[in-house]
């Protein structure tokens, strides 16, 4: 091919100025030359070798498109408006130049040879190993931020505080021990423990109005929250039985209505004393023993009943007192499931025939929410757990549920109460006649009653406290 064809026109200015041409551009020019060069460089060889200083090979010559463009140099990119080809120059280690034109529309992914450096071909392949961290994201557990407002960090520490008081005491006495210096006053007052009748003599004594209304109380009702609801006033006039249900796992509501003025049972029921009581081996606890006398609380056996609704009052007769007893006992915590409602009461007379006894009318308690406080094993899909506790409850009196909750600082694992409303509903009174030795028929026909005032609390407040429910109020054993 004759170079004369390729550039017909001179590109001296000299030459360009004798013939009346405008003057040509530098980079038309050097396009130009450069097809000119290249063509040249093609028909003797196809592979270009550069002398340096070492001995790498040097990348081949491809043949240029003749198109308008800019040229670059080391990465800068100059563009003509009349022209449509990109001219790049680069420049190696050696000083040796290479110049690569292309059209502006080039598609470099369609160039055979080009290794695209964001895409590693399959000899450069990587292997990646595990990537750190993912497995937290993937964690069923649920953090508490630090961002926390003090109020709620209150409400969970006094919370904490309730649920592990008994281990607390305990702790603080073991170390006590461990120290000769206490011995002279620890070793009386565990013989004074043992054989003291505070818990079961009904003077109630050891009551502190001052600790059972300390603003703390209000910190621990706001943790779920709690809210107290009667359904008519009691006079004081009267001697009552509160039965509290369900018992839930630590019957958190109970405490928070009856133990405190959290939720303002004095203002709601003025005039009247109420005990919840506990069982009797709680006041064998050193240290523990006497913030529970301090706190109102009493022993559930028979005659710490009797005692507490036979004394006090403005006759010295027990008139103006209550008693709260969680009817269902440590068997119901066994049916304690979230959004469940399973009471233990159809045998359950005792308290019935206590209520004739002594004259004092019974008041049934619906907590709504108690069962969602907690989670735990279900019976039907764990039998052998459930009858072992089962078996326990029947030799100790006791049994422990295999519940958990959420922690300190997080919200799925742990044994503090999930933050759920309690919304503790006291009933209508079912007034008695006392009998010293209540017929059996006058003691079903109270029961029915109370079961009867049981289920009005379920049918009415249901819809507003217990949206949730995935069933109706079940009554058993």
């Not at 120290?179 to 009551?207: D, K, M, N, Q």
Request: proline letters at 7%.
């Amino acid at each position: 091919m004759d170079k004369a064809q390729l550039n017909p026109e001179p590109s001296q200015p000299k030459e360009r100025a004798e013939q009346h041409l405008p003057p040509k551009s530098y980079v038309d020019a050097a396009t130009e030359n450069l097809d000119g060069e290249t063509e040249k460089e093609t028909e003797s060889s196809s592979q270009y070798f550069g002398e340096g200083e070492d001995d790498a090979p040097r990348s081949p010559l491809r043949k240029p498109h003749k198109r308008n463009g800019s040229v670059r140099v080391n990465g800068l990119k100059n563009k003509s408006s009349a022209q449509s080809v990109l001219v790049e120059k680069f420049q190696d280690r050696d000083g040796e130049h290479l110049t690569s034109v292309k059209p502006l529309d080039f598609d470099e992914s369609n160039e055979p040879n080009r290794k695209d450096p964001a895409k590693p071909t399959v000899a450069a392949e990587l292997v990646s190993g595990r990537r750190a961290g993912a497995g937290w994201e993937r964690s069923g557990i649920r953090w508490a931020p630090l961002n926390v407002p003090l109020k709620r960090r209150l409400q969970t520490l006094v919370v904490l505080w309730h649920t592990l008081s008994i281990a607390i005491f305990l702790t603080t006495f073991f170390f006590l021990c461990a120290i000769p210096l206490f011995w002279p006053i620890l070793f009386p007052y565990v013989l004074y423990l043992l054989f003291s009748p505070a818990g079961y003599s009904g003077t109630l004594s050891y009551r502190s109005s001052f600790l059972r209304s300390l603003p703390i109380w209000s910190l621990f009702a706001s943790y779920f929250p709690a809210r107290l609801h009667r359904s008519q006033v009691l006079p004081p006039t009267r001697k009552y039985v509160f039965g509290y249900h369900p018992h839930g796992i630590i019957s958190h509501g109970a405490f928070a209505a009856f133990v405190t003025e959290a939720l303002g049972f004095s203002q709601l029921f003025p005039g009247i004393t109420n005990t919840l009581l506990t069982l009797d081996s709680n006041f064998r606890i050193p240290l523990y023993r006497d913030y529970a006398l301090a706190l109102g609380l009493a022993s559930v056996s028979r005659e710490s009943c009797e005692n507490i609704l036979s004394k006090g009052g403005p006759n010295g007769e027990g008139m103006g007192r209550a008693i709260t007893i969680v009817v269902g006992g440590a068997r119901e915590s066994l049916d304690a499931q979230p959004h469940t409602l399973r009471l233990v009461l159809k045998k359950r007379k005792g308290f019935v025939k206590l209520g004739i006894r002594m004259g004092a009318d019974l008041v049934p308690v619906l907590a709504f929410g108690e069962n969602n406080l907690y989670d735990q094993v279900q019976p039907d899909t764990h039998p052998i757990i459930h009858k072992t506790q089962l078996v326990v409850k029947k030799a100790l009196g006791f049994t422990i549920p295999l519940f958990h909750a959420r922690g300190v600082f997080n919200y799925d694992v742990g044994m503090m109460p999930y933050r759920t409303p309690l919304n503790i509903v006291v009933g209508r009174p079912i007034k008695v006649v006392q009998q010293k030795k209540p017929d059996e028929v006058y003691v079903d026909e109270i029961h029915g009653l109370y079961v009867a005032e049981l289920e009005r609390l379920w049918r009415e407040w249901k819809g507003e406290f217990a949206r949730d429910m995935k069933g109706e109020l079940e009554i058993v054993e």
